[in-house]
């Protein structure tokens, strides 16, 4: 028992989850909000705000 206390004792005290991957997943999720709310803005309105003006910071996609 105490070998195996001993083996797992090194794993235990090793580097935490690296904060480049903590970045990356950050980052990614700002842009796929973003991408989400951009294309949102673009589709088919949802009842209600068919009359709405869209935001002037968000960019007009043509249908090709």
């Known amino acids: ?3 195996l206390l001993q083996s797992a004792a090194p794993a235990a005290a090793g580097p935490h989850f690296p904060l480049a991957f903590t970045l990356v997943y950050v980052v990614g999720f700002i842009a796929a909000v973003t991408i989400g709310s951009i294309a949102w803005y673009n589709s088919k ?6 009359s709405k003006d869209r935001p002037d910071f968000v960019p007009k996609v043509d249908k090709d």
């Open 1 to 3: 028992m105490h070998l």
């Open 45 to 50: 309105r949802p009842a209600g705000w068919e």
